[in-house]
Each structure stands twice: as structure tokens, then as C-alpha cells.
């Protein structure tokens, strides 16, 4: 999904927007009202909206009011407040969930798929790890490691490297398309840029291939893009 995180708290909207991309979502974070108002205005509109509250120059509640009177998309309030009044206010004011804060990332996941479910789309959790033929992948634990010998040891991948190869770990057997890895790992507007793939692919092979020249891991599909072996079982 293409998610609007609205949260004032830099630390906490870092922590949700990485976890957020590790499970496949585009993430965009305002920290403020006139931020996110913005957004909405200059940017593609987003198919779910994280809003806090608390926000330094206005109340989220207002931005909510705001939002359904011109959009559809899912709105779940991450709040401290717990008040039951203030709660019921806002899911009949149009908010789709309302989560208190602390709470688990993966109670936040589950309520985003829940909301997307209700609108009518498939929701299933995305692929976050991956082992096949001595490769190792764990998307959350952002650690890539390769068996030599009967030990696994690590590899180090520049951010780039590793955000091309979650891309392909998150569709693993599925053909992905120039144009799609240009946008989702260098923006939308480098979906021309093919030599990017061909210089970063080939650093990740050099990385995670036996044979770099002769790959069996990282495929190429001439004309199209590039594809990574499913994952074994």
C-alpha cells in the first residue's frame, strides 16, 4: 500500500516508516498538519492514512473531518489518548480504526489489513524472509548471509543493494519489471534509468552468485527484468 504516516514524534515515525517498508508498503511521513495537507495536495493520494492526534500545529481530529470530506482511503488514528468518547468521536467521524499507543508493530499490520480487507482488496502478510540454495535473506532483521562451507556468514550490501534485493525477495519467483524496480527502490521519476539496474545488479551478483558471469540465483528476463529463484519448500 502507499501509506501517509502522519506523526510528530521524528523517532517513532522512523521506527514505523522502516518497519512499514520492510513489509513491502511506500511510506510518506509528515510531522505536522501542514505537512500532510501538502502531501494530499501535491503528492499521489495515499490508499491508507496513520494519524496521530497530538500534532504541533492543529488536532488530527480536524485533519480527519478534512480528509473524508474529499477522500475514501482507509484512516487509522495512532493515538495516546484513550479516552472512550474521544474514540467513539472519531470512528463516527470516519476514522476506520483507532490504535492506542504503545502498541505492537504487528497489531498495527493486522489492523492495516483489516482495513484494506473492508474495502475490498486481498490482504495477506508480504514476504519478509527468504533461503534458497545457500542464500539467506531476513528482510526485518535487514541481515543478507550466505552458507560457505556448513557456516553462514554475513554479507554486507550498500542500502541500495539491499532495498533492489527485498524487491525481488518480496515477489521471489516472480518476474519483476525495469520500470517497477526503478520506482519502488529509486523513485518514479529514474524509471527510465535502466543502467542502474545493470550496475547495481551486477554488484549484487558479484555479491551473492557463485559464478557472477553465469548467475542462479538473480535471473535476467530479457526485455522485461529481472527474477529471484522462489525459495525453497
Known amino acids: ?28 511521513h509528515a510531522a505536522s498538519v501542514a505537512e500532510a495537507r501538502a502531501l494530499l495536495a501535491h503528492d499521489s493520494l495515499p490508499d491508507m492514512l496513520l494519524l496521530d492526534l497530538g500534532l504541533p500545529d492543529g488536532d488530527g481530529a480536524a485533519l480527519l473531518a478534512e480528509v473524508r470530506r474529499r477522500h475514501a482511503f482507509a484512516v487509522i ?3 495516546a489518548r484513550q479516552d472512550d468518547a474521544g474514540k467513539i468521536g472519531l470512528l463516527d467521524g470516519g476514522a476506520d ?19 484494506w480487507r473492508h474495502r475490498g482488496h486481498a490482504a495477506t502478510p508480504v514476504v519478509t524472509r527468504y533461503e534458497q540454495d545457500g542464500l539467506r535473506v531476513d528482510l526485518a532483521a535487514h541481515r543478507v548471509q550466505r552458507r560457505q562451507g556448513g557456516d553462514w556468514a554475513d554479507v554486507h550490501l550498500t542500502p541500495t543493494e539491499f532495498n533492489l534485493l527485498a524487491r525481488l ?44 558471469a553465469a548467475p542462479r540465483r ?16
Open 1 to 28: 500500500m502507499k501509506v501517509l504516516l502522519v506523526e510528530d514524534d521524528r523517532a517513532l515515525g522512523a521506527t514505523l516508516r522502516d518497519a512499514l517498508e520492510v513489509e513491502g508498503h511506500q511510506v510518506r
Open 77 to 79: 488514528v495512532i493515538s
Open 97 to 115: 480504526d483507532y490504535l492506542v499507543k504503545p502498541f505492537a508493530l504487528g497489531e498495527l499490520l493486522a489492523r492495516m489489513r483489516v482495513a
Open 169 to 212: 525477495v518480496r515477489n521471489a519467483g516472480q518476474v519483476v519489471t525495469h520500470r517497477q524496480l526503478l520506482a519502488d527502490v529509486w523513485g518514479a521519476e529514474f524509471t527510465e534509468h535502466t543502467h542502474y539496474l545493470r550496475l547495481y545488479m551486477g554488484q549484487l551478483r558479484a555479491k551473492l552468485e557463485d559464478e557472477p
Open 218 to 233: 538473480l535471473l535476467t528476463e530479457p526485455g522485461v527484468g529481472y527474477r529471484l529463484m522462489p525459495p525453497a519448500g
